[in-house]
């Protein structure tokens, strides 16, 4: 069993960073790979990045490639999503999710409550 919350969200201008942090617990953790997604106002769920249990292997977005790094501490049981040059369009609710594979938010068993981010123009 896996828990998850997210923090960092929040209020920012378009062209600012933010770094949202993925807080676990639960032993399997340092174990799973972790997807980030996120949930634009009126639309669907929608991925953002993923890292492998190692940190080893990333993938990303189309739309937030270059803009967007994910990283993690296994020691601290912590997965960052570094977002820098913000864009208006880069607003939502994100999640982070444990144990799945990739892109296909299906194979994840394990979400987080989700952190607000607003990006004005």
């Known amino acids: 069993q896996v828990q998850l919350v997210e923090s960092g969200g929040g209020l920012v201008q378009a062209g600012d960073s933010l770094r949202l942090s993925c807080s676990a617990s639960g032993r399997t953790f340092s174990s799973s790979n972790v997807g980030w997604f996120r949930q634009p106002p009126g639309k669907e769920r929608e991925f953002v990045a993923h890292?492998?249990?190692?940190?080893?292997?990333?993938a990303y977005a189309d739309s937030v490639t270059g803009r967007f790094t994910i990283s993690r501490d296994n020691a601290k049981n912590t997965v960052y999503l570094q977002m820098a040059s913000l864009k208006p369009e880069d607003t939502g609710v994100y999640y982070c999710?444990?144990?799945?594979?990739?892109?296909?938010?299906?194979?994840?068993?394990?979400w987080g409550q989700g952190t607000q981010v607003t990006v004005s123009s």
């Open positions: 890292v492998t249990w190692n940190g080893r292997y990333t």
């Open positions: 999710a444990a144990a799945g594979s990739g892109s296909d938010q299906r194979s994840y068993p394990y």
